[in-house]
């Protein structure tokens, strides 16, 4: 709030803007809050001290933690290890049993939509002489099964498909990849990163060997995540960070006993608010999706609308660039997936794995619903939107021309 | 990112937004960039019998800066020579608005729309003179 204070001189106060970004991170639940600070100091201690109270008090707080994370996917606690984050756990799942299993798989295979921790780690491997598959998405942002199984070589060391896209909110069918997967022999990695606590999730039932877990996206602390590594049957994967040996040797390093205890008392409250939340916010989001489409002519829905995050909308505002529209709802925090919010000049990848055309990429908002969103919120977001892009589409000439009926692709444009 | 305050005056009260007859011989019209780029600017003048821009009207989609690029130009060729105006230069524009490096290439499509309306009103006098 400093930084943007301070940036800020005619800039609204945050508290003030509505927060429809859920998707990049959430706020830390009041009640993890609560359930970590007595471990900053009275109840400090390292975990891994073992000859004093400290230390075993340490100990019983990450083991507590690591059961609740540990039956938020249906695992078994010990196939749970610590890690930073998502990121990590991305790169150390896909490194990790690359690396271990070299020897006799050389092969990955992964998808187009991916976070990007998950496609620059693939562009790695392949610098170390690894084969990497990346599977083309449909129209509504799914993978295609068939694609999948005809992808699978006997080399194939492992598929990574995420669970949900933090994009465009689209779920992937892991339960019949995880089956594909099981039956031909590889392991099924998958970044859960914005699904974990969203979805109902069971390891053993859609057969995942690894997922990735992130806490901030789920009301917990930021700088903890998880990785999920199956025991049975053996998953084995070579360390990124080595050291001490903790985590059973997969991840070194002490480990940070708040962050872990607010990550399970996160995990623990989504389980146990999942089904309700879930409800709450698929009625905001049809409020939102309702309320924009009433309003607003010319907008397209982006991903699949059914097989989708409850509390995300990705919609595409045709004639309105996304940044300036973006400027203009100065009252809501959302992100766009138009080029000019990235440092580079494209446009969202997703989307354009999608298909959709850069013009639309171009003007696409990503509005991200959580715990704290309110019906008040979506109503003022619905207005908002509105009421700007109607004045953007009156500076718009591509708005003027369609309504003067020219066909935007009959014009020579000069692409810079 | 943070908008300079010139930027944000100028996104959130721009000068002369509207489109002057593209098909009078007095008006010039330039539409330069691209909808898959991400940033359209068209810019038309209406030229006096003295050579003189009387006014100047924008339309733009894209983001901020460009639309703040395209009003300012706007407002600085009105009253001023064909001659006068083609040479306004993009790092002026960008020096005005105080345009971070990323949005260098508004201040560059804005003189280029200013050129190709200045090209276009050029291309239709000498039209006009042939007949």
Known sequence: MDVLDAEAGAKPDPRSVVYL??????????RVIEAMLPYFNERFGNPHSRSHPYGWRAEEAVEKARAEIAAIIGADPKEIVFTSGATESNNLALKGVARFYRDKKNHVITEVTEHKCVLDTCRHLEQEGFEVTYLPVQPNGLVDLDGLKAAI?????????????????????????????????????TDAAQAVGKIPLDVNEMNIDLMSISAHKIYGPMGIGALYVRRRPRVRIVPLINGGGQERGMRSGTLATPLVVGFGEACRLAAAEMADEAKRLMALRQRLYEGLMK???????????????PGNLNMSFAY???????????????????????????????????????????????LGLGRFTTEEDIDHAIESIAREVGRLREMSP???????????KSIAWAEH | MAYSDKVVDHYENPRNVGSLDKDSTNVGTGLVGAPACGDVMKLQILVNEQ???????????????????????????????????????NTEIAQHLALPPVKIHCSVLAEDAIKAAVSDYRKKRVTKAAE
């Open chain 1, 21 to 30: 970004d859920y998707q990049a991170t959430t706020p830390t639940d009041p």
């Open chain 1, 153 to 189: 070589r006997d080399t194939t060391a492992i598929v990574s498909v995420m669970a949900a896209n933090n994009e465009i909110g689209v779920l992937q069918p892991i339960r019949e990849i995880g089956a594909i997967c099981r039956e031909r022999q590889v392991f099924f990695h």
């Open chain 1, 295 to 309: 309003r607003v002519p010319c907008i397209y829905l982006n991903g699949d609308l059914e097989h989708r995050l």
């Open chain 1, 320 to 366: 309105v660039e996304g940044e300036g529209l973006m400027m203009g709802i100065k009252d809501l925090a959302v992100s766009s997936g138009s080029a000019c919010t990235s440092a580079s000049l494209e446009p969202s990848y997703v989307l354009r794995a999608l298909g959709v055309a850069e013009e639309l990429a171009h003007t696409s908002l990503r």
């Open chain 1, 398 to 408: 591509l708005w003027e021309m369609a309504q003067e009926g020219v066909d935007l």
């Open chain 2, 51 to 89: 050579g003189i821009i009387e006014d100047a009207k924008f339309k733009t989609f894209g983001c901020g800066s460009a639309i703040a690029s395209s009003s300012l130009v706007t407002e600085w060729v009105k009253g001023k020579t064909l001659e006068e105006a083609v040479s306004i230069k």
